[in-house]
């Protein structure tokens, strides 16, 4: 286990929580079922214990999950051994004290009006034995979900990171080529690309589990295309219809460059008129599409490294947004003849 953990990262949920408690009234309503078709079938004498013993587990599931709620921030800062003892201990205690209350509500005059027929000891023996069986259940199964939880963001994390350290050195090489191939004809327009592959660079180099702005992905679209342009020259044409969208929408990062890049190597390249780039998108219901087409080169286009690039910017997605994030291709098979890529993902990532 790990020595400490902050409030976020506490084994424990946030019992305050609607989803939580309704979680707490579910389990405690089936632990009652249970015991009651055990104990007594489905007659009439079953629906009345099924009442009463319902609203006496509910007060002590209700109790604990209010106890554990208070707590909660100060058991994070503990060890997690010790949270977890702690978290238990406190449970006792609070069934402890219902189980108590609950006794002079079962016997207000004495034993001739009880509403159930039990001792004293028999009662508190009953309580206190299930109680420590179903709260050490429910805190394992707290613990456990929660190391899940964690392996599960430590393999995504690991997913991506590995994603995108593939895609880096592939636009990255190509920037390196176009600059190596300016240096001895046009040294000051070989420094400028220098500054726009480190600017490029720098945006690489971040976290692949954060998520950039629309706007910034565009940004980093633009210095790219500055780069292929001192290479390409008037083949290369780039036409925008992006200023509806909203930018502030979040995407993983060096999503759009890699079929940008796709775009110049398999469509404008192999033409020897080059041609344009359109990039534009637009807002459906919940989703923000962006779509980035190229002419279908006459011989088909280039073989090779297209569905690695697109593959892994599908599989990005994936990660980050599941079956909300997705990318379409369509090769040409429109009247117009145009390739184009189709990215979705959610505008609640805004």
Not at 163 to 174: C, E, G
Not at 178 to 195: H, N
């Amino acid at each position: 286990m790990k020595s400490s953990a902050s409030p976020q990262e506490s084994f424990l949920p946030d019992l305050c929580g609607v989803r939580p408690l309704f979680a707490v009234v579910i389990i405690g309503e089936l632990l009652v079922f249970v015991l009651v078709v055990a104990r007594a079938g489905f007659g009439d004498v079953a629906l009345r214990e099924l009442a009463l013993l319902s609203l006496y587990v509910q007060w002590i599931g209700m109790s604990a999950a209010a106890a554990l709620c208070l707590s909660r921030g100060g058991l994070s800062r503990l060890p997690e051994r010790w949270a977890a003892f702690l978290s238990y201990m406190l449970v006792m205690v609070v069934v402890t004290a219902v189980c108590a209350l609950a006794w002079y509500v079962v016997y207000p005059r004495g034993r001739e009006d009880a509403l159930i027929e039990l001792d004293q000891h028999d009662f508190w023996l009953r309580t206190l034995s299930i109680s420590a069986i179903v709260a050490a259940l429910v805190l394992r199964y707290f613990y456990v979900q929660h190391q899940w939880k964690q392996r599960t963001a430590a393999a995504a994390a690991a997913r991506l990171q590995a994603l995108q350290a593939r895609i880096r050195p592939h636009f990255l090489f190509n920037c390196m080529n176009t600059i190596a191939s300016l240096t001895r004809i046009d040294p000051l327009r070989a420094e400028r690309a220098v500054e726009d592959l480190a600017d490029l660079f720098r945006a690489s180099l971040s976290d692949a589990r954060s998520l950039v702005s629309l706007g910034d992905e565009f940004d980093l679209v633009r210095r790219y295309l500055a780069i292929e342009a001192l290479r390409l020259g008037g083949r290369l044409q780039v036409e925008w219809d992006v200023d509806d969208l909203p930018l502030a929408t979040r995407i993983p990062q060096l999503t759009l460059q890699p079929l940008v890049e796709n775009a110049i190597y398999h469509g404008i390249e192999p033409a020897a008129a080059g041609g344009v780039i359109r990039i534009g998108g637009a807002v459906s219901g919940e989703l923000l599409e962006i779509e980035i087409s190229n002419p279908v080169a006459p011989s088909g286009g280039r073989d090779g490294g297209n569905r690695l690039a697109q593959d892994n910017v599908r599989q990005r997605l994936e990660a980050h947004f599941g079956a909300r994030g997705q990318l379409q291709i369509n090769r040409g098979e429109r009247a117009d003849g145009l390739y184009r890529a189709r990215v979705s993902v959610p505008l609640t990532a805004a």
